[in-house]
C-alpha cells in the first residue's frame, strides 16, 4: 500500500520545459504607431494640465505667491503688483492646455516620424532581433 505523500508525487504535474523563441522586428505598422503615440500624447497632456492646477493650487494654499508678492513689490517699487493677477489659474490652466495641444501635435507627428524611419532602418538592418520564453 502506497502513502498518501506518494500518490501526490505521481499526481503532481510535470514540470514543462520553457521554450524560447526569437523573432525579427522587422516592420512597424504605421497607423498603428501614430495611433499609439497620439493616446500616449492626449494621456501625457491631460497629465500636464492636471499637474500645473495641483502645483498652482499647492502654491497659493500654502502662502508662496503672498510673500512673492511682498518680494517683487519690494523689488520693481510698485504696490500694485500681485501675483496671482498675473498667473491667475484660469491663466495657468489655459497655459497648460495650450502647451499640452502642442505636445499631442508634436507627439504623434514624431511617432509617425518615427515608424517610417525604423520601417527604412529595418530594411537595411534587417530589423530588431527580439527573444520569447514560454514559461
Known amino acids: 500500500m502506497s502513502s498518501v505523500a506518494e500518490k ?7 514540470k ?3 521554450k524560447q523563441v526569437r523573432l525579427k522586428l522587422v516592420y512597424l505598422d504605421f497607423w498603428s504607431v501614430v495611433k499609439l503615440s497620439f493616446l500616449t500624447a492626449i ?11 495641483l502645483v498652482w493650487t499647492v502654491l497659493n494654499s500654502t502662502g508662496i505667491f503672498g510673500e512673492l508678492d511682498a518680494l517683487f513689490r519690494e523689488v520693481l517699487n510698485d504696490e500694485t503688483f500681485s501675483v496671482t493677477s498675473e498667473f ?7 497655459f497648460a492646455l495650450i502647451v499640452a495641444a502642442l505636445n499631442v501635435v508634436i507627439g504623434t507627428a514624431l511617432g509617425a516620424i518615427f515608424a517610417v524611419l525604423y520601417n527604412l532602418a529595418a530594411r537595411i538592418t534587417g530589423g530588431l532581433l527580439v527573444g520569447f520564453q514560454n514559461n
Open 8 to 14: 501526490l508525487q505521481r499526481k503532481a504535474p510535470k
Open 16 to 18: 514543462t520545459t520553457t
Open 88 to 94: 491667475s489659474l484660469v491663466t495657468v490652466a489655459s
Open 43 to 53: 494621456c501625457l497632456g491631460i497629465v500636464q494640465v492636471v499637474v500645473a492646477i
